[in-house]
T-cell receptor, first 110, second 113 residues
Framework: DAKTTQPNSMESNEEEPVHLPCNHS???????IHWYRQLPSQGPEYVIH???SNVNNRMASLAIAEDRKSSTLILHRATLRDAAVYYC???????????FGTGTRLKVLA | NAGVMQNPRHLVRRRGQEARLRCSPM?????VYWYRQLPEEGLKFMVY????????ESGMPKERFSAEFPKEGPSILRIQQVVRGDSAAYFC???????????FGPGTRLTVL
């Protein structure tokens, strides 16, 4: 299974953009990049996913490097409610076992 | 538009008792996945079920654990003769078709005394 590497923790000020990086140097051509976040005492919440092109939705943007060996989740304006652990997960097309690492714990400062 | 529902949210059992965890998938979803999260760790896949079928139980411990997803009603994760090491958060996810993006429930936090 392809692995991802994320920083253990990051901090951001409220109302500022946040860029959460993820390295996945062994990604294969059929691996989708998924991002989930987990707020304290809650289940993982789907954020966004993509394959090759950058993606935008109401929650965030996903920027994927041209060689696909890294990606960045962008929260355009961090709020206190965005404080969570963010997981970057690779999922091969046709498979279903999400492999969660330890993620990045995002702290948002008021 | 209700999301994935799990109950109970918190469950306390003594060693040797049975634990039953329930999961109702999102409306229109017929694929269910169970994951376990130990303290300070990421989620680990346990089992994947469709209605009346177990598709993949490769992450389930061989003994004491079982799962079902009957034609009617919620999916059930059953743990017999619980031990302290079973204390964890158990999450259920569902998808409309499989494999597809999974949507998670709030989890059941099991504490074994």
């Amino acid at each position: 299974d392809a692995k991802t590497t994320q920083p253990n923790s990051m901090e951001s000020n409220e109302e500022e953009p946040v860029h959460l990086p993820c390295n996945h140097s062994t990604i294969s051509g059929t691996d989708y990049i998924h991002w989930y976040r987990q707020l304290p005492s809650q289940g993982p919440e789907y954020v966004i996913h993509g394959l090759t092109s950058n993606v935008n939705n109401r929650m965030a943007s996903l920027a994927i490097a041209e060689d696909r060996k890294s990606s960045t989740l962008i929260l355009h304006r961090a709020t206190l409610r965005d404080a969570a652990v963010y997981y970057c997960i690779l999922l091969t097309s046709g498979t279903y076992k999400y492999i969660f690492g330890t993620g990045t714990r995002l702290k948002v400062l008021a | 538009n209700a999301g994935v529902m799990q109950n109970p949210r918190h469950l306390v059992r003594r060693r040797g008792q049975e634990a039953r965890l329930r999961c109702s998938p999102m409306k229109g979803h017929s694929h269910v996945y169970w994951y376990r999260q130990l303290p300070e760790e990421g989620l680990k896949f346990m089992v994947y079920l469709q209605k009346e079928n177990i598709i993949d139980e490769s992450g389930m411990p061989k003994e004491r654990f079982s799962a079902e997803f009957p034609k009617e009603g919620p999916s059930i994760l059953r743990i017999q003769q619980v031990v302290r090491g079973d204390s964890a958060a158990y999450f259920c996810a569902s998808s409309p078709v499989g494999p597809d993006t999974q949507y998670f429930g709030p989890g059941t936090r099991l504490t074994v005394l």
